[in-house]
């Protein structure tokens, strides 16, 4: 395998459009989405649920459904543009695609929401991981065997575990054996789509805290997507926030929670009671997200944004950097920065 250099780029995402075709028409779900990752970030892609997150995830991974076309856009994963090698004409994803099949487990591995019940209930729990590294690298079982205990050592379960079956696992435990399998492969990037919602708290904690701790010690490059902001403090140094299919504020963690310029994150960190202080009331953001099937005119926002002018009601914002790599896609960024953060 060819040397990991810390720091490379490892995905890119430009200007992606990702549409579905359902009977009453096309939903806009991703329009746009750009970002950037380097080896050993990890970024948190934070919305309300149907905001384009998973759709995106998706994107990157290409396990997108049939009736999804990307319509724009370009996906660079370790210095190679992904979307012209894979795609149908139409758009649509290749499922049969050999490149893609190779890279993904490989190269690209994807914690999928409730993946504690993807295991399969009649096979052992240790033997499907093994399982996922003979069918894509040429050891013997004896050796995948022993990767696997390693593994299990490293997410916190006992490795004699291993040849339990998935019932006899806590939920916490099966997640961890997804985490597990998705380490397998060493891959380049682990996207994991609300890796800990189905937890109680407490685990959700502790699991949170292994994965912190594996990020660190192992240097892997993360998509963390998730609705739940707090997650994003803790674990991602970088982070992108979706509204509405779209990205309105990307930039490091520590800039967006310290100097946030879009009236929506200012929405979000809103319900999070650390960035604002104790005495402050939570508040919620008014309203609910529009019909990607038609949504708004100008800023998607603007139905909802208590700082909406003429202007976000017909023209689109355009993505401003208030500040090196922090991005804003509203009209009024670097007013809001100067105003909010004294900037
Ligand atoms: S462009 Fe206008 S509506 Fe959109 S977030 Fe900025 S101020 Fe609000």
Known sequence: MEARKPGEEILRVEDLVVHYKIRAGWVRAVEGAKFSLNRGDTMGLVGESGCGKTTTGYSIAQLLPDNAYIKGGKIHFLGEEILSKTLLPDGRVDKFNEYMRKLRWKRISYIFQGAMNALNPVLKVGDQIVEAILAHEKVDEETARERVKELYKLVGIPPDRIDNYPHEYSGGMKQRAMIAMALALNPDLIIADEPTTALDVIVQDKILGEMTRLQRELGMTMIIITHDISIVAEIANKMSVMYAGQIVE??????????????????????????????????????????????????????????????????????????????????????????????
Request: glycine share 10%.
């Open 250 to 343: 990307r930039g490091t963690t520590r800039h967006i929670f310290k100097r946030f310029a879009h009236p929506y994150t200012k929405g979000l960190l809103g319900s999070f009671p650390s960035i604002v202080g104790e005495k402050r009331r939570l508040e919620a953001i008014p309203g609910s997200p529009p019909n990607l099937l038609n949504p708004p005119s100008g800023c998607r926002f603007h139905p909802r944004c208590p700082y909406a002018q003429e202007i976000c009601r017909t023209e689109e914002p355009p993505e401003v950097e208030v500040e090196p790599g922090h991005f804003v896609k509203c009209h009024f960024a670097e007013k809001f920065f100067k105003e909010w953060h004294g900037g």
